[in-house]
């Protein structure tokens, strides 16, 4: 106890001193809301002698001046200023509601400097009715269109957490401040500047102060609110009139000035606004009188002591019938179809028209499409011409027919094709491209059709071309602004005399020789078989069909049963129709009928051919070896019958390894007859093919090779082809293209060698 009075006298010595240096400034009062925070504002000063005991150290101790208890403010968590900058402020949280008590400031360095301020002291305040905020001014009276500055204040006790201030409504700028008291205690303002409407006037203007509570508790909102008066001129000036709704001329009306206005108004005013002048014809709120078709159009004007506002012009129905019915497209001009437009009917008239109907007047009938003032459809190629009926209970009248310029890309588009009907081959026709299109056609494209690709082959809207079997095939193609659209394919039926295709052959089996004529021929070709020069009538080893491909093609099939004991040297295909005729002769000699060559077709083929090319290949590679390095044409001379012999050589290995006699006498000969030339070997080409699978029972030799093979009739006896040039040779390739479901051949390996004449001098 000893040491406590000692500070008290010690404290109480310093008190007297006549420096006063231990000082303090509190308020006299601060409220708080239950639950919330509070901040109590705090400085405090020491004598000079004890400044150098103020460190970290020092704590801040209240206590309640009647009790002395420090208990109940120090669980409310206080937080204290820099106590050796001499800041006491502290703020307490979550106070809650007791008696009101007076606090003084302690401070405890733990050394020499232990103070009480309890001369000073200051009373805390907590309570559940906080003061509203503040309005500043609390009434308002004013002019529309002056500015207005409304201040909104409420007390902030608690720094951490001053007040929300919110307007309602919101009518302008806000500008918010936390401000001071003399005391040091704080405030929030919140001023609304705006500028004062009719709208404003009798609205409750309000400032909600919202204050955070730490107990749970919903947060606190305290409001203060005030009325404006704002003065205005009148409003929304009006005129009724009565009868209301179509008035006949000549009839008496009663017409009404209506207005809203602060003050009310004091005068009103008559005006007749017809011909584009303004009349006065009376003044008072309510006028009567009698209208006519040239006075119906009126309006009012109302003053008081703000100012003064006319109403809009009033309409009193004078009736007739609709009257210059038009009709409105958008968009205006040439449309393109299918686009969406807009119909709007317009019309003059008294009452105003109550009905509208749409018509579509295509093709010579009037179809009704649609009702109202306003239409929305989508145009088309026979959807372009319109008119709308206006109507009301005095009458109706309609419109002439509306056209729109409807913009379409072409349309079917045609080919036609003169002469019409079948044209003979390599004749001249006329193509002509037609068709429906907004704005005309432009432009014009012609296309031929050929293996399967499109040809361009001319412009303009007809095209004079040449027909023949492999240009039979058009179409045309139109183009506008808008876009393009092409034909149908146009097939011109073009007629050819009949020919032979090279696809034709023979083909041997164990006992029996197929022949397959092939012809192609527009009209359709007929075909017939001769032996010996007469035709043949299927005897009863002898068996003849015929295959139609399609109506221009034909095969026809010959069988021969046990060929051996037979003469084929002379069988010919004979094909024919109204344009012409051809013949071909068939080689039948040519085919082996060797049982053992059949049994070493399947086997040795492989391994014949692959023998075959290896040779070749060395043959070549040692030809172009020596002419690079040993070629004189005088060696050459002596040397011939070396040259003769690899000539020899390669002749033989180039013949495929089924022993098939393809010269239709001897190979030797062939071979013989090139060595008898005395020629040099420029180059050998070799054409590799593998074989395609082919059953012992099924063989055939294909006839269809070069210079010296089966095919080459003037080699064979009694055998040729007749009426077939070599122009018509390859039309008859070109045709063959077109034949479906040919049987395909089995290749034979073969090397061809090309012979160079030796000059005198190389001799």
Known sequence: MAGPLMILLIGSLLQGCKCNVFQIN??????????????????????????????????????????????????????????????????????????????????????????????????????????????????????????????????????????????????????????????????????????????????????????????????????????????????????????????????????????????????????????????????????????KTDTKMFFCKAVN??????????????????????????????????????????????????????????????????TGKILYIILSTNQKSFFC????????????????????????????????????????????????????????????????????????????????????????????????????????????????LFSSKCMKTSNQVSCFCDTAGNPSPTTHWNLHGKPITQPSQMVITHDSLNNSYLRSIITIVEPQDRDLSTLQCFSYNSLGSASKGFCVRCLDNSKENESQILTPVLIGSTVTFLLIICALLVVVWFQKTHYKPKSVAATSGQHEAKEQTKADNSQPSTGTDLSCNNPEKMSKSSADKSEDVVYARLKWRENTKVKEEDIYVNLELSDGSCLNEKKCENGGEHSVSKKEEIESMRAEDKIKNIRKESEVVYAQVKFQTKTPESQ
Not at 89 to 103: E, H, I, L, R, V
Not at 206 to 211: E, K, M, R
Not at 408 to 434: A, D, F, I, M, W
Not at 443 to 463: H, M
Request: a negative charge.
């Open 305 to 370: 002591e703000i100012g003064k506002q006319p109403s809009n012009i009033t309409h009193i129905d004078v009736l007739y019938s609709p009257k210059k019915v038009t009709v409105s497209v958008s968009p205006s001009g040439s449309v393109l179809e299918n686009s969406n437009v807009t119909l709007t009917c317009n019309s003059d008239a008294n009452p105003a028209e109550q009905n509208y109907t749409w018509y579509r007047a295509d093709g010579g009938q009037e179809t009704v499409i649609g």
């Open 389 to 500: 009926k206006a109507e009301n209970e005095v009458g109706e009248q309609h419109l002439n027919i509306t056209h729109i310029d409807v913009l379409y890309s072409p349309k079917n588009v045609t080919v036609s094709v003169s002469p019409s009907g079948s044209v003979v081959e390599n004749s001249n026709v006329t193509l002509t491209c037609s068709s429906d299109a907004n704005p005309a056609e432009q432009n014009y494209t012609w296309y031929e059709v050929k293996a399967a690709q499109e040809i361009v082959t001319g412009t303009g809207n007809t095209l004079n071309t040449t027909v023949s079997t492999d240009r039979d095939i058009f179409f045309c193609k139109a183009q506008n602004d808008v876009g393009e659209e092409r034909s149908n394919l146009s097939h011109i039926d073009v007629l050819f005399p009949a020919r032979i």
């Open 26 to 291: 509190l308020p006299k009062i601060v409220q708080v809301m239950t639950g919330s925070c509070v901040t109590v504002p705090c400085s405090f000063d020491v004598e000079d002698k004890y400044e150098q005991y103020l460190n970290n150290q020092c704590t801040a101790i209240w206590r309640s001046t009647t009790t002395g208890d420090v208990a109940q403010l120090t669980d409310r968590n206080p937080q204290t200023g820099d106590l050796t900058k001499k800041n006491c402020t502290t703020t307490f949280s979550n106070m809650q509601t007791g008696p009101t008590k007076d606090y003084y400031f302690r401070i405890d360095c733990n050394n020499p400097l232990l103070w009480s301020y309890s001369s000073t002291y200051v009373k805390i305040e907590v309570t559940d009715n906080f003061p509203s905020p503040t309005l500043t001014p609390s009434t308002l009276k004013i002019k529309e269109g002056e500015s207005v500055s409304l201040t909104c204040s409420a007390p902030a006790p608690c720094l951490p957490h001053p007040p929300t201030l919110i307007w309602t409504p919101k009518l302008g700028d806000i500008q918010e401040t936390l401000q001071e008291n003399q005391d040091k205690t704080k405030f929030k303002t919140s001023v609304m500047n705006f500028t004062a409407s009719h709208l404003y006037n009798k609205q409750n203007i309000s400032c909600t102060a919202g204050y955070k509570k730490q107990d749970g508790s919903s947060d606190a909102a305290l409001t203060t609110s005030l009325i404006p008066d704002v003065l205005y001129s009148p409003k929304n000036v009006t005129v009724s009139v009565s009868p209301s709704g179509s008035v006949v001329e000549n009839s008496n009306v009663t017409l009404t000035c209506n207005s809203d206005a602060n003050p009310a108004e004091q005068n009103y005013t008559w005006y007749r606004a017809d011909g584009g002048q303004e009349t006065v014809i009376g003044t008072g709120k309510i006028f009567k009188m009698k209208v």
